[in-house]
């Protein structure tokens, strides 16, 4: 019975993966991330357009963005949060 289980749930993850692989490269080849910079009057300098790509990773094959994608932006775009200025806050209570 447990191999059964074992099995069945290889399967399941074998499905997810091909599945998440498959939504992720359709929308790769349909949508295009830059087209809201292609659009802009004036359109952005060419090296604007051209970071943006290497940021988003556009000139790498898909299966690469798609395995290292996730963990290399989520980690290049999240950064942790500042704390609040100390100088901003007054100690004394507001009078009125």
Do not use: H, Q
Request: charged share 15%; aromatic share 10%.
């Amino acid at each position: 019975m447990a191999g059964f289980l074992l099995r069945r749930l290889a399967n399941y993850v074998a499905l997810c993966f091909i599945a998440a692989f498959a939504t992720f490269s359709l929308a790769s080849l349909t949508f295009n991330p830059l087209a809201s910079y292609y659009e802009r009057t004036p359109p952005p300098p060419a090296e604007v357009i051209l970071a943006k790509r290497a940021e988003l990773r556009l000139d790498d094959p898909i299966p690469l963005r798609f395995l290292g994608g996730s963990a290399t932006s989520c980690a290049a775009t999240s950064a942790p949060p500042s704390p609040a200025p100390t100088s901003a806050r007054s100690s004394s209570p507001a009078s009125g």
